[in-house]
């Protein structure tokens, strides 16, 4: 295979692209090409509502991930023992420290991959 066939794009609310959907054998084709051995876990993936929340008004994959859910700020923040304003940063931050973000995920019950996005 030299060239990518059969891949659908998916724009955000104002036309520019946002994801690139493809058949699972072209991903794998592309990780070889670009030396990855990494396997990707089928079950970490992102559901279509969250991505959506995060797209469609411009949230973070932390709050996506909370509204999803159906939890509040303090909920979340309670079990990772920190108080709401605390967590309200994290939401609100461009990056967040990979130890904190596996700390999210276990709070949240997810894959922390699974914020990756």
Request: aromatic letters at 8%.
């Given at each position: 295979?030299?060239?990518?066939?059969?891949?659908?794009?998916?724009n955000d609310d104002h036309g520019v692209p946002a994801f690139a959907v493809l058949p699972?054998?072209?991903?794998?084709w592309l990780k070889r090409k670009a030396n990855i051995s990494q396997t990707v876990d089928v079950n970490s993936g992102v559901p279509y509502e969250v991505a959506g929340l995060a797209l469609k008004q411009n949230l973070s994959a932390i709050r996506a991930w909370r509204e999803y859910l159906g939890l509040t700020?303090?909920?979340?923040?309670?079990?990772l023992g920190?108080?709401?304003s605390a967590y309200s940063q994290?939401?609100?931050?461009k990056n967040v420290r990979k130890a904190t973000?596996?700390?999210i995920a276990?709070?949240?019950g997810i894959n922390v991959e699974q914020l990756d996005f």
């Amino acid at each position: 295979m030299t060239t990518l066939t059969n891949v659908q794009i998916l724009n955000d609310d104002h036309g520019v692209p946002a994801f690139a959907v493809l058949p699972f054998a072209d991903f794998e084709w592309l990780k070889r090409k670009a030396n990855i051995s990494q396997t990707v876990d089928v079950n970490s993936g992102v559901p279509y509502e969250v991505a959506g929340l995060a797209l469609k008004q411009n949230l973070s994959a932390i709050r996506a991930w909370r509204e999803y859910l159906g939890l509040t700020q303090a909920e979340v923040a309670e079990k990772l023992g920190i108080s709401q304003s605390a967590y309200s940063q994290y939401e609100k931050a461009k990056n967040v420290r990979k130890a904190t973000r596996v700390k999210i995920a276990e709070a949240l019950g997810i894959n922390v991959e699974q914020l990756d996005f």
